[in-house]
């Protein structure tokens, strides 16, 4: 049975007052912001958020990169909806020294039934959504 998550203003990278979300696509939306805000940046919730960018525009060694994938599994874990994370990762150095990074990233619901993939592109300047798939229950 889904789990009725509420309904909010779409919010990827702005606030858009013309569209709601609900339901999965809700939540892939507040996992896409959890990575893209810096730590401390919200007073109530210091401990939310992983900055993609803030982290890639910082010496990126090969240990960093093969740590990241857990890095962004627990940050999302921290949503008390989510139950499983899944993570795959896609190095890319054709511009090096910069290093862009795409994200394939799998979650489940606690309540089992509902279930979304995020694919972003990050890069020491920005966190770029690519896609959001959605299935609910």
Do not use: H, W
Request: glycine share 6%.
């Amino acid at each position: 049975m889904t789990t009725n998550y509420g309904t909010d203003l779409s919010a990827t990278r702005y606030v858009d007052a013309t569209r709601l979300s609900s339901g999965g696509r809700l939540l892939a939306e507040a996992a896409f912001r959890r990575l893209n805000t810096p730590r401390g940046t919200l007073r109530y919730a210091p401990n939310y958020g992983l900055s993609l960018s803030s982290l890639l525009n910082a010496d990126v060694t090969n240990d960093f990169l093969a740590a990241l994938p857990a890095l962004v599994r627990a940050e999302l874990l921290k949503d008390e909806r989510l139950q499983t994370v899944n993570v795959k990762q896609t190095v890319d150095r054709s511009a090096a020294p910069s290093v862009a990074i795409t994200l394939e990233i799998e979650c489940i619901a606690k309540d089992g039934a509902t279930q979304f993939s995020l694919v972003l592109k990050a890069s020491e300047v920005t966190v770029e959504l690519l896609g959001i798939g959605v299935t609910d229950g």
